[in-house]
Every structure is written in C-alpha cells, then in structure tokens.
C-alpha cells in the first residue's frame, strides 16, 4: 500500500495585508502632514489653499481622523490581532475616527469653494454620495457588532476602509495616466477619481466573499463529521 501524504498549505504571511494598507495610505498621510506643516507654519495664501485657511478646522480633523483610521484600521485586518483584546480596543478608536474623516470630507465637499484643479464635473456628487456610505457603513458596523453579529460587523467596516482608503489608490490611477497622457481633463478628471473608489470597493467585496467562504467551510465541516456519526 502506498501512502499518500497530504503536503500542508503554506500559510500567507498575517502582516503582509496590514503593511500594504499602511503603505498605500502613507500617500494621503504624507500630503494631510504637509498640509497641516502650511497650516501651522503659515505658508503662503494662493488660490490652490486659500480654503483651508479661511476655514482651516475641517481639514485638519479629516486628517487627524483620516490618519488615525486608516492605520489603526490597517492593523484591523491583521489575524493574530483580531483574536485578541487589542482589535476591539482599537475598535473603539477606529469607528469614531471615521466618522470624523466621512463627516468632515462631507462637510468640505459642501462647503469648500473647491477650486478647478481638483475637482470636476459630477464629482462632488460622488464625494458625497461615498461621504455618506461610509459614515453610514460605520454606523450599521457599529449596530451589527453590538447584536453580536462578527460577520455583519466586518464586512460593513471592510467596506467603509475601502472608501477611507480611496485617496491612496487615487494616486495609483493618476500616475500612469498623468505620466502618459498629461494632465487629465475635468471629466476625465472625475472618471480617474471614481475609479480609484470603485477599485476599492471592488476589491473589498472579494474580500467579503472569501471570508464567508471560509466560514461556510469551517462551520461545513464539523456538521458533515456530525451527521457521518449519525448515519
């Protein structure tokens, strides 16, 4: 008889998701940092900022609260942290951090007078359409997890990380297009700003599906050994 030994699946490094965010929201970190230096340092008023000095609140608690979500939320997705006292700890922090980033961008996309260069047609419709599902997102996270509900809980905050983390991949789709093509007309402007979101969006519902995949098979797998037993 031959025996056949089963070669064991080669675990994917836990941090390796956690560093990825952190290095992609490292982009819109470092331009909220430079943001706050002008503030503080009182740079030069050009057309570009002058918003942010007329009313320059908001835009620091969306990147306070930016910051601070999109980091501790990064660590979120790390396996060995979500089994332990710190994920919910760090919960507390990340859901109101949020909600102050969705909630101030919501505010600025308002009330800013947003100057041509970084808007463009239909996209303060998307900004707050997006604002707005993901403060909505972390409320109904918020509402799953204190009925108990883990599975509800993490999608909708999965969800919400993608939109937060939409600065980021913005650059991503920039970059090429700018480098080959120039700078972008404002249509396509808001075309290469929408996609950086829906990417992620997309990228988080496959995130989803996996994860109710695997809980399929594990919750699978010890009915199927209980009915064997029954048989």
């Known amino acids: 008889m031959t025996t056949v030994t089963a070669r064991p699946r080669r675990a994917r490094p836990q941090w390796l998701v956690p560093a990825g965010l952190i290095a992609l929201s490292l982009v819109p970190i470092v331009a909220g940092s430079a943001r706050l230096t002008q503030l503080t340092t009182g740079a030069t008023v050009t057309a570009e900022n002058a ?93 799953a997890i204190r009925r108990g509900d883990v599975r509800s809980h993490s999608a909708w905050m999965t969800r919400a990380y993608a939109i937060g983390l939409g600065a980021g991949t913005q650059v991503l789709v920039f970059l ?35 994860r109710a995949r695997t809980v399929r098979r594990r919750t699978a797998g010890p009915m199927a050994a209980t009915t064997a037993r029954l048989s």
């Not at 599902?133 to 509402?143: D, E, L, R, S």
């Not at 090429?176 to 972008?184: A, E």
């Not at 404002?186 to 997309?202: D, E, K, Q, R, S």
């Open 51 to 143: 918003r942010f000095f007329d009313s320059p609140i908001p835009v620091v608690a969306h990147i306070i609260g930016s910051s601070v979500f999109l980091v501790l939320g990064a660590l979120q997705f790390a396996p060995s942290l979500r089994r332990r006292r710190w994920h919910r700890i760090a919960g507390r922090i990340v859901a109101p951090a949020g909600l102050v980033s969705a909630l101030s961008a919501l505010w600025m996309t308002l009330f800013y007078d947003m100057p041509a260069s970084v808007t463009g047609p239909g996209l303060a419709g998307v900004r707050i359409a997006l604002g707005t599902g993901m403060a909505a997102a972390i409320v109904v996270a918020f509402a």
């Open 176 to 210: 090429p297009f700018t480098l080959l093509i120039g700078t972008p007309a404002p249509l396509t402007h808001t075309l290469l700003m929408t996609a950086g979101w829906v990417i992620n969006l997309v990228v988080a519902e496959i995130v989803i599906g996996r």
